[in-house]
Every structure is written in structure tokens, then in C-alpha cells.
């Protein structure tokens, strides 16, 4: 049985959990935690937070899709962005229920549909093939550093039309990991990042400004869209507020996990060589162990039973992705890589209205990537173990040891 499938009110009261899913050792390795939470009950509350979370497979896909009781206007983080004192101004297109919604990312749909990324995949694949013939030049580099993240901060900001300058990737990573950071506690960590990100914050508002929008690019797209009068003019700057906040980090840990699993894993290297075709399969297998953005968060807009777990009206909850990705109901062997999994129903984009608007482009950056490796590197190991990158709501890795021959 799954969400809302009880009357309201007749679940029991939430397993109260004490556990910090924010704590520096839970962020190093979460899984633990995860296994814990979907076995207390189909919700938990976690007391050290004040919130819900939902870890199950099923309730997880079930709660995503019942957008009327898992709203999403109380903020996409763990805090409750209507309450007073709320310290920033909701997206118009992740914090925003229909019918609000549905217009917005109509419009965000036409601007990076499918037949638009369509028009910028050779420029991908030429920056891909460039970077690929760089590396193996040196054949010692960092993946992260040198590929997934030199990658995605020149193909995605030219696709959107930013204009380039020396601090553009520096700056661009900054504002997606303070991004991400906000979507967790008022920690220690989001406080230094906000510090950080204060000296910045004049570019980044120059940067949602129509005059920095290149023509051809999705942001000119956007404003020609306020322009027509699909979406309010002050709704423009904050989709292209949406694209420099969530675009990067997101498709770059992607990238990264997939090199990760792929160099520890020489037969599915080899595979993949012989079948560049698994590329796609590749990219969601390490979506799914990976899960970039771990917590989306919704308010309950009524009691609802998960299951058979009583959520209060008016709940912060966060939903688990990652949980849900290696549920071994769901999963055979959920921590394994395997290249040959049938991965179709991983939530790492979301699932339900709100499921990721710009994963063509995460898609497409990652196939042109793995396949100009697999086209030219015959073996890739790492030389070190990797390193994380702490953040509050996104898994990524700051250092990837590779060798490449
Ligand atoms: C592998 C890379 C990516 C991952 C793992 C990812 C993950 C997600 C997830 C989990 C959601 C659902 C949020 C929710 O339900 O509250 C989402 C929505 C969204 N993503 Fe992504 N994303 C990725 C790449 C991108 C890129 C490249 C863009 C740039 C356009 C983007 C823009 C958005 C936007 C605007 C939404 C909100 C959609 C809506 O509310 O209708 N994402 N993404």
C-alpha cells in the first residue's frame, strides 16, 4: 500500500529517528543512514530537524506524484520557505504548484526540448573531443577538475548564452554549491558558503539580466518567451537564476560518478568500448548510485498516511532520492554498478511534474563525454582514491585520480 490509499488519520505515529543526514560522516557515506530510515517505517520522523522523510522506493514515486499533498510551495529545501523570516524568494518553477507551474515549464520544455539540444550536440561533441585529446596528452589527470567539471562550465553556460570572462567557472560553481547548500540547515556549512558567495553576488545578478543573455542561446529564448507574454517579465531572470544555480554541479557529479564507476570496473569499461550504444545505460546506472541532489522537499497540505504512517498537515518533508535508488525492494543488488541493469524508474531526476526539465542536457553532456573517451582512451584506472566534496544537497567529488591510456 502506498501514499494515500488509507483515510487520513488512521496512520500510527512516525518512528522518531535521531539521526543528522546533514552530519559531516552521514554526507562521506549516507547508506547506512538510508537503510536505516527505510526500515524504521514508511515515514520517520527526523527529530533533529523538525522534518519527515520518506526513504521507500514506492512511497518515494507515490508521494513525487501526488503533487496536491506533497506540495511543493513550502520550498524545494528542508525549510519552510512560507513561514515568516523566509530568506529567499521561491523559483518560479521547482516551488510552484499547478496551475502556476504547468505554464512556466511549458515554456521552459519549448526553450531545452529535445529537437533544441539536438542543434547543439556537435558543439558538445567538438569540446568533448578537444578536452579527451588534451587529457591523454598527459595521460595523469583529475576527472573532476580537468574533465567533468571543465566540460560542463564551457558547454552549458555557451548553450545558455552567458557571456565568457576568466571568473565564469569559478563563479558558477560557487553559486550552484551555496545552491545547494541553502537547500539544507542553517549549518555551519551553508554560513561559510553564504560568505563566499556574498562577494559575488553582484555578477550573479548581472548575469540573469537580459543585456548578458547572447543571442541563440536558452536565456535569450526565455525572454523572448516574457516577451510574447507566456510568462510575466519578472519570472525571465529567475528561470535564468534556475539555469546557473542547478545546471552545473549536477551534470558534472553525473559525469564524474560515471567515471568513477567506470575505472574501477574494467570489463564494463570494455563494454562500453565495444558497445559505445551503453553509454545512456551508463549515465543512469551512475545517476542511480550516485544521485546528485539527494532531498527534494514538499509541505503536506493535509494529513496523509505513507503507507502506514500518519504525516501531520502541514509537515516540512523530505523526500529521499537516493533511499529510493538502492531500496533492495525495488533494486537486485541495489549497491552494485551494472551497466546492464534495466535502471527505467531511478529517481534521481525526480519523478512526477517536477521531474527534471533539463535532463536532456545533463543526458546528452554525459553520452558525448563517455563516448569521446571510449572512442579514444583504451584504459582508465584511478591512481587515488577519489575524494568528496561536502555539501549540504549535492553528492559530488572534489578530486578523481585518473590515468588514461
Ligand atoms: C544529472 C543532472 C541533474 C540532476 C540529477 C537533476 C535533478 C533534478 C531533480 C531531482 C529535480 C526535481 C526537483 C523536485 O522534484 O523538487 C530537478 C528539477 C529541475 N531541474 Fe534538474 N537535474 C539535473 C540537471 C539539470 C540541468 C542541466 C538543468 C538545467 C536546465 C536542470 C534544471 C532543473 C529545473 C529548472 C528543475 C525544476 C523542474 C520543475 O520544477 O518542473 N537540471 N532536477
Known amino acids: 500500500m502506498t501514499t494515500d490509499t488509507l483515510p487520513a488519520m488512521t496512520g500510527r505515529p512516525a518512528p522518531v529517528l535521531t539521526l543528522d ?19 524504521a517505517g514508511a515515514a520517520v520522523f527526523l527529530e533533529r530537524h523538525g522534518v519527515y522523510a520518506i526513504g521507500r522506493h ?39 504548484d499547478p496551475p502556476d507551474h504547468t505554464r512556466v515549464r511549458a515554456v521552459m520544455q519549448r526553450v531545452i526540448s529535445p529537437s533544441v539540444m539536438r542543434r547543439w550536440r556537435e558543439e558538445f561533441e567538438r569540446e568533448a573531443a578537444r578536452l579527451v585529446d588534451e587529457l591523454l596528452a598527459q595521460t595523469r589527470f583529475d576527472g573532476v577538475h580537468d574533465l567533468s567539471e571543465a566540460f560542463v562550465s564551457t558547454v552549458f553556460p555557451n548553450a545558455l548564452g552567458l557571456p565568457d570572462s576568466p571568473e565564469r ?15 539544507g540547515p542553517r549549518n555551519a556549512r551553508l554560513e561559510a558558503t553564504t560568505r563566499r558567495v556574498a562577494a559575488i553576488e553582484g555578477w550573479h545578478q548581472e548575469m540573469m539580466k537580459r543585456e548578458n543573455q547572447l543571442p541563440g542561446g536558452f536565456g535569450a529564448s526565455i525572454f523572448e518567451a516574457a516577451d ?9 531572470p529567475l528561470l535564468i537564476r534556475s539555469f546557473l544555480r542547478g545546471g552545473l554541479d549536477t551534470s558534472s557529479s553525473t559525469i564524474s560518478a560515471a567515471l568513477y ?11 562500453l568500448r565495444a558497445d559505445p550504444n551503453k553509454t545512456r545505460n551508463v549515465i543512469e546506472e551512475a ?22 504512517v500518519l504525516v501531520p498537515a502541514d509537515s516540512k518533508v523530505i523526500v529521499m532520492l537516493p533511499a529510493a535508488n538502492r531500496d533492495p525492494a525495488a533494486w537486485t543488488d541495489p549497491d552494485t554498478f551494472d551497466i546492464n541493469r534495466t535502471t527505467q524508474g531511478h529517481v534521481a531526476l525526480g519523478y512526477g511534474i517536477h521531474m527534471c526539465v533539463g535532463q536532456a542536457i545533463a543526458r546528452l553532456e554525459g553520452e558525448v563525454v563517455l563516448k569521446a573517451l571510449a572512442a579514444r582512451v583504451e584504459t582508465l584506472e584511478l591512481t587515488e582514491e577519489p575524494t568528496r566534496k561536502l555539501n549540504n544537497n549535492l553528492r559530488s567529488f572534489a578530486s578523481l585520480p585518473l590515468r588514461a591510456q
Not at 510574447?228 to 525571465?236: D, F, N, S, T
Open 58 to 96: 514506492r512511497d518515494v514515486q507515490a508521494a513525487l506524484k501526488n503533487w496536491r499533498d506533497f506540495s511543493s510551495t513550502g520550498g524545494s529545501g528542508i525549510a519552510d520557505i512560507r513561514k515568516p523570516g523566509a530568506w529567499r524568494a521561491p523559483s518560479p518553477i521547482v516551488e510552484v
Open 287 to 308: 545517476m542511480r548510485l550516485e544521485t546528485p541532489i539527494p532531498y527534494v522537499g514538499r509541505l503536506t497540505m493535509r494529513d496523509v498516511v505513507v503507507d502506514d
Open 261 to 271: 564507476y567506470l575505472a574501477r570496473d574494467p570489463a564494463a569499461y570494455t563494454a
Open 169 to 183: 567557472r569559478d563563479n558558477l560553481f560557487l553559486i550552484g554549491e551555496w545552491n545547494f547548500d541553502a537547500q
Open 21 to 39: 543526514p546533514y552530519a559531516d560522516e552521514i554526507l562521506l557515506d549516507p547508506f547506512p543512514a538510508y537503510a536505516e530510515i527505510r526500515e
Open 228 to 236: 510574447a507574454g507566456e510568462i510575466e517579465a519578472e519570472v525571465a
